[in-house]
Structures are given as C-alpha cells and as structure tokens.
C-alpha cells in the first residue's frame, strides 16, 4: 500500500496497516534522505561552523541546525536540503522573541567534535557520525542520538502534498524513568519499555512532551501524529507521519519544577482562574430542563453542601450548533439570574460538531469553515473561530453563562461519533491534516478564550474540554479524562494518566467522579457502586479540579445515600482548603507550578519514586494516597525522605522514609503530611467567595523550617496581572520555636484590613482531619506588618 491511498482508507484498521508500513520504512517509499548513503562503502562528508545562534552542520545532504535559545534550552532542526521547521506554522509556540531569545556560548572543535556550551548545558556534534550528545557542565549524560543513522526522512505524498516520514532514534540511560506525553488509559506512569501513540481520540490526549527522571524534556515539535517508542529500553524513537523536518527542544532543569517551567517559558504561560472554579462542580447526563436545573441547586443550600457550579450538559439546543434551547428552557437568562443570587456559576456544554440540519452548520460550509465530511467547525481557521464566536458561543456568553464545556475537542466527526485521530486525513485551513493531526483542542480552546477576552476582558476565562495539545495551558482550560467507565479499574488508570498529564506541562486535570458510562449491572443506588463512588470522590477532592459527572438518571451527592456522610466529609474538606488551593493556583500562574504532584518531581534523586504512579502530592504539603481496589481497607504507601511525615487524620508521626501499611477505611483515604508544611485552612463555608475575611487556621507541622505564601485578590478578573493582589509571606524556624507572618505585600479593592489566624502546632489528635480545631495554640490579629509568634 502506497502513501497516496491513504485517504482511500476507510477503516482504522487499514489505517494501522498503513501506518505500519510508514513507520517500519517500508519499501513503497522512496528515501529521499538517510544518515548513511545505501549505496557508499563510507560515512557522508560532515561539515560545521559556529553561527551567531549556536551551530550549523551539513551531513552529505542532510541540514542540522542547532539554536541555543536559553541556557537550558536547544533547538534542533534538521533535514534535506535546508528546513527550518518540522511544519510551516506553529501556532502553540510564543512568538520567538519569547520562546527562543538566546544566550551566550562558547564553541569549540576538535578533529572529532563541535560543541556549544552555555551556563548550564553541553551540546557536542560528533564528526563521524553526525549525531548530538547533551550533558551537564559536570559530564552527565543527559541524552544522546544515537549513532547509527540518527534521524531518517523518508519522501511520500500525504494529503496530496509532498511530506517526510520523520525519525529520530535516541539512546537513553539505562536507568531513567520517561513520563509526560499527554493522558493516556494503559495504566503506566513510568513509559519505560513502551510505545504510546499521539493521537488525539476520547480519553485519549496526545501531548508530545516527554520528561526524564534525569531532569530534561524533549519537546517533539509537531502537530503529526507521532509514535514515541521504547520498547526497547536503550532505544528511543520519534517516529512522525508527516514532517519537513526533525524539529524538537532538549530543555534541561534539572529540577522538574524547572522543565515545566522552560516548557511554559516556549508554549505559553497559566493564567488564574476564578475563584469560584476551585470549588466543587455538580454535573450528570443530562439535566432535561431548567427546571431541574433550579431545583438540584436549591437543594444544595438548603442542604448547605458546598458546591459552587453546575452544568448544563449536551441537548439542551433544539439543533446542536444553533444558540436555540429547547422548550424546557423558556427562561435562559433569569435560570442564570437565579443561580448567581444563590452564588451558583453555570457551566454549558458547547461542541465544535454541528447537526448538518442546523442553520449556523448550513452557513459554515457555505462559506467552506467546515471540515469536510466531518461536521466540525475548522477552528485553524480564523474567519471559522469569528464565526464560531459570533453565531453561537458569543451568543450564549451574552445569555450571562460563567463557563464554557467544550467538549468533542479531539474532535469527534458526524454520527456514530468517532474520534481517533480524525484529522489526519482532512485538508485544514492551516495546511494537511496530516501535518496537524492533533492541532484542534489548541485553536479551539485558543479561539473561545481570544473571543471572550475581547467581550469581556474583566470575566476570567475557564473552559472544560476532552483534549489538549502544546501551548493549551495559556488557554484558560482545564482538561478532564474522558468518557471513562464507572470500575476500579478505570479508577486506578485515572491516578497516572493525570500525573503524566500534568509532567507534560498542562497543571489543570480532572476526571468524571465515578466515571462517565455505568456500568449495567450497577446502578448509582447499588450499594457497592455506592463504595466505588465514594473512594473516586476522595481522590477527586485532591485533584486540581473537582466534579462530579456520568451519565446516570441521578448523580447528586444525596443520590449516594449509603455514603453521604463520606461525600460531605471530602466537600467539605475542600473549602477549608480553599485558602491553600487559591494560594497554590497563584503559583502555577506566578511561578509555573504543578499542584497536583507526582513524587517523582520532589524526589527526583530517589529511584523508588520513579514507578509510583498512585500516590502524589497535592501541593508542597500534602501526600495523597488513593484506595483504589475494590473492599480494599488498608493500602501500601511510600513515604520518601522528610525529617518526619505526619497522618492527617490524627496528626500522628511518621518517621520517613520507606514504606509503611496505611490504614484505608471507607471514609478514610490516606493523606501525610510532611514536616515544614504551613497548611492555611479557613473556615466552613458553602462557596468559594463566602466569608473573605473570616479567620484562617494555619496548621505547622513542625520537625524542619517551611513557609507558605498566602495569596488572595478580587477572586474573578484580571486586575491580579496589574498588581492588585496581596501575598502575606509565613515562615516557620525550627531552631528558633518561632512563627513569622511577614509583612504583607500589596492589596486590593474590598481586601479585609485585619485577619485572624489560629496558630496551631500539629500533633496527636491536635490540628488533626477535617474539622476546626476549637481550642488554638495561639490567636494572631494581622493588620499587615509582621507578627512573629513564639510556640
């Protein structure tokens, strides 16, 4: 089968078939380039020269062009002839003047090699067999090509136009753990000895970052479907359907939080989202009217269960694509004035798929802003994404609605839905699908936050979506799993695909709380689905995101009547939480953190951590530890290395480090607590924004020094970006017994003049679990200069 028939396949079986074919250098294809001439007895000539921005190489006919765009940061590109980019657009890089300003370097060459060396990497050219090596300014290898036939391009037609089969082949260390690519459902956190395929699809994200335990990432530059493959331990391929070039960044830490952060710095940084989006979402498929809408939210207070949004899922229109509700919702407008006097924010379900019956669906492809043969808007489009946003997300913004689900975001395409990497045999407005297969969330989520912006730049952006891609953080979004069943097994699949997923840059994740289908034989109200139900609703309270969603006839917390007290127990842990959560969602936007943790970021050196895929920490304090077998009551749990861990629960220590049996009753998931940890926990509340000056509880867990930064601000515009937030700076000293609330460093209209915080030194059954704690060691009046407590 030739490269030319693919858009004659017309199953995705053939398609494998095809693509096996590609990516096993079939000899259909003609090699228009390989590292070593078939035909020669001996090496290409190899030639280099320094250049202003790091090294140029010729290697018989390929180009190898290395860009030093910061200290920790590389750029490579290479090809036939002379390329400059894997693809002509790329639209989820920042601008070069931000992604890749340079820095200094020195070059050097010998009869054996050229190299670059900047403050904190070694990158050396080899003059024999053309291939690149990396390591630290003390001679660790980081990562190296390898050096027999390095990258391979190989010539075919794809989508009518004349494309590469990219390859580039690494050798990585024997030992190192490989995380990052997106989320996916295989159950691995560590990628070590796999192959994972990029391609957008439910449940599915392909995001082509890949993290070392080493402290360096390879970002494959392309929007191709691609194939990362070790099955071979000492063997790392990236394999791309359709390129001009190898095209990636090697970005060094060494620290992880230092990765992340040289991705966000080349793709785009996280703004803040509203306060109100880190409190709890009550969701299902379906609410069939206004009506019930109303009535879910009313019961919620009347019932004082904390929640803050609720969404309106799919058929709500009378035509999907038109801003048109069905009868069952007569008052659009004042169901939403309703819910916000009650401190509700809504959340609507919009889709990038049109039934071709509607009007908005009719006009989109007569002015050719479809995706042919798919229903589906081309958001790479930008008359297409004005379009969008005026004749149907626009529409329903102005309705008042606080939040957008855009969901189908792969995208899916027509009826029966499908999903699996459908793009890449569509034509886009920005160039072959094939080139840009997994490109839509990107440009999707990108046009939706661009738009709203322009309507209201004060309303902070948050949208839900089913997939992402490079650069989507800077988009307002958050990305849940997917279309998931309702089995622990399913569960325990959701522990490490959020983990890789926020190891590829991405910090906001969430998952469908007891899965989405359900499965026939247990029904919410079945007692043991009622269990399941409640050990996902303790790992979904420490997850960046918390909701609830499946497709159930009921899916409120009082459906779960045998668990109830376990679901309010968690939701209400959650708000007390707040003030840490808020402060930590400062970081991810300040700082480029991730809140939630795998251990391998904060314990890099300790290979234990590298295959631990079921615990992490949800912030600097606090390890989270999810049961996730059915009738399990006791789980193991690693505790790496700390002066002491604490028990949440009991406020018992722990010596670290090693594993320990954890008790794990059903209302109980394990959480520990390490020592330095200021954990703020402020007081009961029913939604995010209630009480802003109520009293703060700051639990010390004492055995090292520790700090927090405890953040606020207006909770709901953009005015943070201009200064208007304050940071109240906590420190403990171990040596010196003592606590200091530093000075408090700026402010905002309506900030509270004066708080309290009760002081409390952890220990056994004191500052232990949920609840407040009635009698504090000590009680502090801030007014903003430094306070300094003595335990």
């Known amino acids: 089968m030739t490269c030319t028939s693919m858009n004659q396949v017309g199953t995705r079986a053939g398609q494998y078939i095809l693509l096996a074919g590609i990516l096993a250098g079939s000899t259909s294809f003609s090699t228009a380039f390989a590292q070593f001439d078939p035909g020669s007895h001996g090496l290409p000539a190899i030639t280099v020269e320094q250049t202003a921005h790091g090294l140029d190489a010729k290697i018989g006919g390929e180009s190898l062009h290395v860009t030093v765009c910061g200290d920790d940061v590389i750029h490579v590109v290479a090809g036939p002839g002379d390329p400059t980019a894997s693809s002509p657009v790329q639209p989820w890089m920042l601008e070069p003047s931000k992604s890749c300003p340079g820095a200094s370097f020195q070059f050097a060459q010998d009869d054996k090699s050229a190299s670059l060396t900047t403050a904190a990497l070694k990158v050396e050219f080899s003059l024999k067999h053309g291939n690149l090596t990396y390591s630290d300014l003390q001679g660790k290898s980081l990562l190296r090509e390898g050096s027999n036939e390095p990258r391979?391009?190989?010539?075919?037609?794809?989508?009518?136009?004349?494309?590469?089969?990219?390859t580039d082949r690494f050798s990585p260390d024997r030992v190192e753990g490989l995380y990052g690519l997106g989320q996916h459902q295989n159950g691995m956190f560590n990628y070590r000895g796999a192959t994972i395929e990029l391609g957008q699809?439910?449940?599915?994200?392909?995001?082509?970052?890949?993290v070392s335990s080493k402290g360096y990432a390879v970002m494959w530059n392309t929007a191709s479907l691609t194939y990362v493959d070790n099955r071979f331990p000492t063997e790392l391929s990236f394999r791309t359907v359709a390129g001009d070039a190898v095209d990636y960044y090697l970005i060094y830490g060494p620290e992880l939080d230092e990765v992340i952060h040289g991705y966000r710095n080349l793709t785009g940084h996280t703004p803040l989202f509203p306060k109100w989006a880190y409190g709890f979402f009550q969701s299902k498929d379906?609410?069939?009217?206004?009506?019930e809408v109303l009535d879910v939210a009313k019961r919620y207070r009347e019932k004082h269960i904390p929640i803050d949004g609720i969404v309106q899922d799919w058929f709500w229109w009378q035509k999907e694509g038109d801003p048109v509700f069905n009868k069952n919702f007569p008052d659009v407008r004042g169901e939403l004035k309703t819910l916000h006097d009650e401190h509700f924010h809504a959340m609507l379900s919009v889709w990038g798929l049109f039934d071709p019956d509607s009007e908005n669906f009719k006009k989109i492809s007569a002015k050719h802003f479809d995706i042919y043969d798919a229903h589906v808007y081309d958001a790479t489009n930008p008359a297409a994404r004005d379009f969008y946003w005026n004749n149907l997300a626009g529409k329903l913004f102005d309705m008042d609605w606080d939040a957008f689900w855009l969901d189908s975001a792969e995208p899916e395409e027509s009826w029966p839905h499908s999903g699996d990497a459908i793009l890449q045999n569509k034509h886009l407005s920005i160039g072959s699908g094939a080139r840009y297969t997994n490109i839509f969330p990107l440009v999707h989520t990108g046009g939706v936050q661009e738009h709203w912006k322009e309507m209201n730049d004060q309303k902070r952006v948050f949208l839900l979506t089913r997939s992402a891609f490079l650069g989507q953080q800077r988009n307002g979004a958050t990305t849940w799993s997917g279309d998931i069943y309702s089995t622990y097994m399913n569960l325990r699949r959701q522990v490490p695909a959020g983990l890789n997923f926020a190891l590829s840059g991405n910090p906001y994740w969430t998952t469908d709380i007891g899965g989405y289908f359900q499965p026939l034989d247990r029904p919410a109200n079945d007692p043991e689905y009622q269990k399941l139900y409640a050990r996902w609703f303790e790992f979904g309270a420490f997850c960046p995101v918390f909701r609830t969603h499946g497709h159930r006839d009921h899916n409120e917390m009082w459906t779960y009547?045998?668990?109830?007290?376990?679901?309010?127990?968690?939701d209400k842990l959650r708000y007390r939480l707040m003030p840490y959560i808020y402060s930590l969602a400062w970081r991810v936007t300040n700082e480029d953190y991730t809140i939630q943790r795998p251990l391998v970021m904060d314990w890099r050196g300790d290979e234990k951590t590298w295959d631990i895929g079921d615990q992490f920490m949800f912030g600097p304090a606090l390890m989270v530890n999810p049961v996730m077998r059915e009738g399990a009551t006791r789980r193991d749990v690693y505790l790496p290395a700390s002066p002491?861990?604490?028990?949440?629960?009991?406020?018992?220590?722990?010596a670290g480090r090693g594993w320990i049996e954890a008790e794990a009753p059903l209302d109980q998931i394990p959480l520990y607590v390490r020592a330095g940890s200021i954990v703020p926990m402020g007081p009961e509340i029913?939604?995010?924004?209630?009480?802003?000056?109520?009293?703060?509880?700051?639990?010390?867990?004492?055995?090292?020094?520790?700090?927090f930064n405890l953040y606020n601000d207006e909770g709901n515009n953009y005015d943070y970006k201009k200064g208007l937030h304050s940071v109240v700076p906590i420190r403990w000293d171990e040596a010196a017994k003592t606590l200091t609330l530093g000075a408090r460093e700026g402010e905002y209209p309506g900030m509270p003049k004066e708080r309290t915080f009760d002081i409390v030194w952890?220990?056994?059954?004191?500052?232990?679990?949920?609840?407040?704690?009635s009698q504090p060691d000590k009680t502090v009046r801030y007014s903003g200069a430094a306070v300094i407590v003595k335990r």
């Not at 699809?201 to 890949?210: F, S």
């Not at 379906?286 to 009506?291: D, E, F, G, I, T």
């Not at 029913?686 to 700090?707: F, M």
């Open 286 to 291: 379906r609410y069939v009217s206004q009506q």
């Open 686 to 707: 029913e939604y995010a924004d209630e009480n802003p000056d109520g009293p703060i509880e700051l639990r010390v867990y004492t055995g090292t020094d520790g700090s």
């Open 561 to 570: 009547d045998k668990v109830e007290p376990i679901l309010l127990k968690y």
């Open 201 to 210: 699809n439910n449940t599915d994200v392909a995001i082509p970052l890949l």
């Open 762 to 773: 952890v220990g056994r059954d004191h500052g232990a679990g949920e609840t407040l704690v």
């Open 644 to 654: 002491v861990w604490y028990d949440f629960w009991t406020g018992d220590r722990v």
């Open 152 to 166: 391979t391009y190989k010539k075919a037609e794809v989508n009518g136009e004349t494309a590469y089969h990219v």
